[in-house]
């Protein structure tokens, strides 16, 4: 139609509204790069100039919203509390999270009698795509709970609702499996006739070895031995042979986790035990157990 103008003269055309923005950000990386960078980063425990967070931060704005399930169960916890998140993206990443209910318990496979096979194929890859990270959700969310109270207090009714939710079921989470180590460490205990256990959890982590206390004078019925292998360190230059590895991002952010919760561990180091011979791996647990 034609509107008159005010002043007299031709017709004048109808406003044409603004362009519908594009379906997707434009960025250089997608959601699922960014949150693979991230987790890079953060396990490497990089310092980043300012620029790079100015920059990496606006990426990361316009990528949560658009996050799927998947995606928001990424993020490593060690991600989702560094500096390259800050508050207000933490709190949009939750309000993500909840929203598209990552963490959600995964489907068993199809009972059908006549299953699609590609669809099955495709489910099938989906779900050992997010067992590999499924737990992220859950161990963020205990952080969130233990490490800032006041932080997770304020977030939106909703998303603390989504977060209980996360929390009652993190108890019926499975033990995600025993290690070499703490196999050979459990093996030393039974030939000491030492009571132990290896599918204990706390929270959403699962305890290397639950140990009965055997000191008479110990003021705990139980020792947590936590077995670090070569994987919760950081890999040793060959020019620094003899050094003791430090530990991972990832090794310290669970360890911290645990000591929140209430959890009192008892270290065995890898790089020590692989050392040591069976004699002296009897030893060492005799002198662990009575230092209890």
Same mark, same amino acid.
């Given at each position: 139609?034609?509107?008159?103008?005010?002043?007299?003269?031709?017709?004048?055309?109808?406003?044409?509204?603004?362009?519908?923005?594009?379906? /997707? #950000?434009?960025?250089?990386?997608?959601?699922?790069?960014?949150?693979?960078? !991230?987790?890079?980063?953060?396990?490497?425990?990089?310092?980043?100039?300012?620029?790079?967070?100015?920059?990496?931060?606006?990426?990361?704005?316009?990528?949560?919203?658009?996050?799927?399930?998947?995606?928001?169960?990424? %993020?490593?916890?060690?991600?989702?509390?560094?500096?390259?998140?800050?508050?207000?993206?933490?709190?949009?990443?939750? /309000?993500?999270?909840?929203?598209?209910? =990552?963490?959600?318990?995964?489907?068993?496979?199809?009972?059908?009698?006549?299953?699609?096979?590609?669809?099955?194929?495709?489910?099938?890859?989906?779900?050992?795509?997010?067992?590999?990270?499924?737990?992220?959700?859950?161990?963020?969310? =205990? $952080?969130?709970?233990?490490?800032?109270? $006041?932080?997770?207090?304020?977030?939106?009714? /909703?998303?603390? +609702?989504? &977060?209980?939710?996360?929390?009652? @079921? @993190?108890?019926?989470?499975?033990?995600? !499996?025993?290690? +070499?180590?703490?196999?050979? *460490?459990?093996? %030393?205990?039974?030939? &000491? !006739?030492?009571?132990?256990?290896?599918?204990?959890?706390?929270?959403? &982590?699962?305890?290397?070895? *639950? @140990?009965?206390?055997?000191?008479?004078?110990?003021?705990?019925?139980? %020792?947590?031995?936590?077995?670090?292998?070569?994987? #919760?360190?950081? =890999? *040793?230059?060959?020019?620094?042979?003899?050094?003791?590895?430090?530990?991972?991002?990832?090794?310290?952010?669970?360890?911290?986790?645990? $000591?929140?919760? !209430? *959890?009192?561990?008892?270290?065995?180091?890898?790089?020590?035990?692989?050392?040591?011979?069976?004699?002296?791996? %009897?030893?060492?647990?005799?002198?662990?157990?009575?230092?209890?």
């Amino acid at each position: 139609s034609e509107v008159p103008l005010p002043s007299g003269g031709g017709p004048a055309l109808t406003p044409v509204p603004p362009p519908m923005p594009p379906p /997707e #950000a434009p960025a250089p990386f997608s959601a699922a790069e960014l949150m693979h960078i !991230g987790n890079s980063l953060t396990t490497l425990g990089a310092k980043h100039p300012a620029r790079f967070m100015d920059v990496f931060q606006e990426q990361l704005a316009l990528a949560i919203p658009r996050l799927t399930q998947e995606e928001c169960e990424m %993020v490593e916890p060690t991600f989702a509390f560094s500096q390259l998140m800050h508050d207000p993206l933490r709190r949009a990443f939750l /309000e993500r999270c909840a929203k598209v209910e =990552a963490g959600e318990a995964m489907p068993d496979a199809g009972g059908s009698a006549a299953p699609d096979i590609a669809q099955y194929q495709r489910e099938a890859e989906q779900r050992r795509r997010r067992q590999k990270r499924f737990r992220n959700i859950y161990l963020i969310e =205990a $952080s969130v709970r233990k490490e800032t109270f $006041s932080f997770f207090s304020s977030l939106p009714q /909703e998303v603390r +609702t989504y &977060l209980d939710r996360l929390h009652t @079921a @993190a108890e019926k989470l499975p033990h995600e !499996g025993t290690s +070499t180590l703490a196999s050979q *460490v459990a093996d %030393v205990l039974d030939q &000491l !006739g030492v009571e132990c256990q290896l599918s204990r959890t706390a929270g959403p &982590l699962s305890l290397h070895v *639950v @140990a009965k206390a055997t000191n008479p004078r110990a003021e705990v019925a139980e %020792v947590v031995y936590e077995c670090s292998d070569a994987q #919760a360190f950081y =890999a *040793v230059r060959a020019e620094d042979k003899g050094v003791a590895p430090l530990p991972t991002s990832q090794t310290k952010f669970r360890q911290k986790l645990l $000591s929140r919760l !209430g *959890v009192q561990l008892t270290h065995i180091n890898g790089y020590e035990w692989m050392q040591m011979s069976e004699a002296q791996r %009897v030893n060492y647990m005799v002198k662990l157990q009575s230092l209890q």
